[in-house]
Structures are given as structure tokens and as C-alpha cells.
């Protein structure tokens, strides 16, 4: 594992406040706490074979081996045409919703821990794969979601995206709204003088009080790669998506992420708006900001992450963790005062981040990394404690672990 020089002087700082003692994997498991009645956990793995399964347990911290052997997994590869298509499936109030065949947009429910059979299901009249789902939005019943890409219109020079409100008790659409993302008007080239024909990819979709705000980048229809290293945000009023106009910034590379479900910015206590972005010529990240009440970049903030192995081998789901602290795997990080917290990595005695998905309860983040020894366990990390308790294995027969989720 390499772990730079700025890490390390972070760690020797914050280490006199760890309740977590030096020591290798083996020797950090925790006592197994009495499982909360009823609770559902559920990993979505992937094996080198390319099947998927969801291992399930009601307790995600009990020293035990979550494995999909002897029919223990429930085996979901039948519903994907291929196992990446995890990152366009989401948890939601407790059932997975994921598109199988890109029109048919299914919702399953895991029945007694063995096995998962489909509730509902609604069939788009065209092309679709789950896009971002807007969190800010939804509610209980509702889900508010996109799909992965809308519709260039060349004749308008525009993005139509459109937003769909779903109904998750009876899986129909109660409104679908659309906006307009105006495109660039200048035309990039290729290193070989070529048109690079490029397209809008959204890549989150954020509401703050009367705003939305939609982070995208653009991509080449000739190289089928990012291109142009600007931030670019469109903010519109919400809900009437009135009074719509481009933001942008070049200090940080573009808006980071892609079209599938992870969102890669946040709001703080403040609801300040955080943008993560990325150089598309190199794996270096940073932090943008747009302060409450306002809709411009903040010109006075730039947390350049280039020095930090962030998002080193996964493109996770950024976790609030409270207190002015977030969690950009592998590192918690105070944004506003651009402070790096503490590296997970190190906490947890080596290794990596293996996550699209993580989650929150009680205050604590739960996350899977795959230690130096090529073992995959469930951490809990307490970022009042700044320490980490290992919980389960996960089998070592696996490839991937895409989800880490509460049902309930």
C-alpha cells in the first residue's frame, strides 16, 4: 500500500485521539454487539466468475464470514445483463430498484435473508438505466430519479434531461419535468485536429432551498473520454427550473463523477455547497464551493486535493459525517477549513476502499476495505472517536463489493 508523507504526519497527529491501537487486522475485531431487533444489512459482491450475489445478516459488526456458499447468498446475476450494472441499482426505504435490460425498471425486496422476488416493476417507453437519484427531493413514497443520459438537441444546442418523480408504493410516475442544459458553443478538437463531437454527461443533481444545481462535464464522441477541465454547473430556480444559467469554474478540473447513482458533491451545516472535481489528464481531485445563498463559485475557495490518494481504486459515495466532517474515501476530510481528518487506510491497519456505496446509522459510517492481505472486511468508523472497529469477513472468493446497505 503507498501511503504519502502528508498522510502519514495526519495520522501521527491524530493518533493520541484514536481509541483504535496499532495493530494488525487481526488483532482490531470488536466485541459482537447485541444485533438491533429486525435490522437488515445487505453487501452486494461480485465474484471473478461475474456472478452477483447479496449477502445478507442482521448484524454487520458480529466476527463471522458472510459468504455466498452452501446457497448462504441470494444469487442475483439472472436480473443483470452484467454485474457492473450494480451501480445503476439504488437501496431505497428498504428495496433495491435497478434497471435490467435498459427500458424495464424493476423494485425487489429481500424475503427472510435468502432470497429477493420482484415487486413491481415499470416498463420505459425508450432507452433507460438509473441515473442519479435526488435526495434533497425525494420523500418516503416518492423517489426522484433520472436516467443515465437524456437527449442531445442540436437544433436547441441543449441537454433535455428529464426528472421523474416515481411512486414506490404502486411503481408508476406521479410527473416527470424536464430541463434544459445549454451546451458549449466553442468547438474542442482532438490532439489530431478532429471534431471531438461532445456530449453532456450530468453528473449530480443538488436542491438547496429555492435552486437546483446540476454539476456536469463533457465527453468526446470521437475518444469516448472527459474532456475540458472546467466545472461546469447549471442553476435554475426549483421547483418552477425558471431563470436557468451556466456556471462555471477552471481551477479544479471538471465536475467529478459520471451519470450512474453515486453523487459527488454535498451540502454542510452551513448549506454550503461543496463540488468535487477531477483533472481529466490524471487521478487529482479538489473541492469547489458555493456558499449559501449564493449561486456563483465561491472565487475565495479551492481545497486542491492533488497531494492525497483520493478515490484511489473506487469511485465512492461521498458521506456527510457531521460535525463540519466528510468522508471522501479513503480520507475524512474537513472541507471548510480544508483540513484532511484522518486516512482510513491507515486506521484500519492497511488497504483499500472497496465501496460504491456506503451508508450511515447511528452517527457512525459503515465501509468495506480489502486490507494488504487481500481479506475483505465490513469497518465501522466513529468519527467522534476518530477510530474504527472491524466487523465481518467477507468472503475471499469475491472480485468487487459494489453496495454496502441498511434495509432496515
Known amino acids: ?25 487481526e488483532t482490531t475485531s470488536p466485541e459482537e454487539p447485541t444485533p438491533t431487533s429486525n435490522s437488515l444489512y445487505s453487501v452486494w459482491v461480485t465474484t471473478a466468475a461475474g456472478s452477483s450475489y447479496l449477502l445478507t445478516a442482521d448484524n454487520l459488526m458480529k466476527d463471522t464470514l458472510l459468504t455466498a456458499a452452501n446457497n448462504q447468498g441470494i444469487d442475483i446475476t439472472s436480473h443483470l445483463p452484467a454485474a457492473f450494472y450494480a451501480i445503476y441499482a ?3 426505504e428498504g428495496k433495491y430498484y435497478l434497471s435490467n435490460d435498459g427500458t424495464r425498471f424493476s423494485q425487489f425486496e429481500v424475503v427472510n435473508s435468502k432470497s429477493w422476488k420482484e415487486t413491481n416493476n415499470y416498463a420505459f417507453p425508450g432507452n433507460f438505466y438509473l441515473g442519479k437519484v435526488l435526495k434533497d427531493i425525494s420523500t418516503k413514497d416518492e423517489m426522484v430519479m433520472t436516467k443515465t443520459a437524456g437527449t442531445t438537441n442540436k437544433t436547441k ?15 408508476t410516475i406521479n410527473k416527470t419535468i424536464g430541463i434544459e442544459i445549454p451546451m458549449i458553443t466553442f468547438n474542442p478538437k482532438t490532439p489530431e485536429g478532429k471534431d471531438h463531437n461532445p456530449y453532456i454527461v450530468p453528473t449530480s443533481f443538488t436542491q438547496r432551498g429555492d435552486k437546483l444545481f446540476v454539476g456536469h462535464k463533457y465527453r468526446s464522441n470521437e475518444t469516448r473520454k472527459d474532456i475540458i477541465d472546467t466545472a461546469y454547473m447549471y442553476v435554475c430556480d426549483y421547483p418552477s427550473l425558471a431563470n436557468g444559467k451556466i456556471i462555471k469554474d477552471a481551477r479544479g478540473g471538471f465536475a467529478a463523477g459520471h451519470w450512474e447513482v453515486q453523487t459527488l458533491t454535498f451540502t454542510d451545516d452551513n448549506k454550503d455547497l461543496y463540488v468535487v472535481t477531477k483533472k481529466t489528464d490524471a487521478a487529482t481531485y479538489g473541492l469547489l464551493r458555493i456558499k449559501s445563498g449564493q449561486t456563483t463559485f465561491d472565487p475565495d475557495y479551492f481545497f486542491d486535493l492533488k497531494d492525497y490518494n483520493v478515490f484511489s481504486n473506487n469511485i465512492s459515495q461521498v458521506q456527510k459525517l457531521g460535525d463540519g466532517k466528510v468522508y471522501i474515501s479513503p480520507f475524512v476530510i474537513d472541507p471548510a477549513n480544508k483540513k484532511i481528518v484522518a486516512d482510513l487506510r491507515i486506521l484500519v491497519g492497511g488497504g483499500e476502499s472497496k465501496t460504491t456505496m456506503n451508508f450511515m446509522e447511528n452517527g457512525k459510517l459503515y465501509d468495506v476495505f480489502k486490507t494488504d492481505e487481500s481479506k475483505w472486511y465490513v469497518y465501522e468508523y466513529d468519527p467522534a472517536k476518530n477510530s474504527v472497529k472491524r466487523g465481518a469477513e467477507i468472503d475471499p472468493g469475491i472480485s468487487q463489493v459494489y453496495h454496502l446497505n441498511k434495509l432496515r
Open 1 to 25: 500500500m503507498k501511503i504519502n508523507k502528508f498522510a502519514v504526519a495526519i495520522f501521527a497527529a491524530t493518533v493520541l485521539f484514536s481509541s483504535c491501537k496499532k495493530s494488525s487486522p
Open 157 to 171: 444546442n441543449v441537454l433535455e434531461q428529464p426528472i421523474y418523480f416515481m411512486n414506490v408504493n404502486n411503481l
Open 90 to 92: 439504488y437501496a431505497y
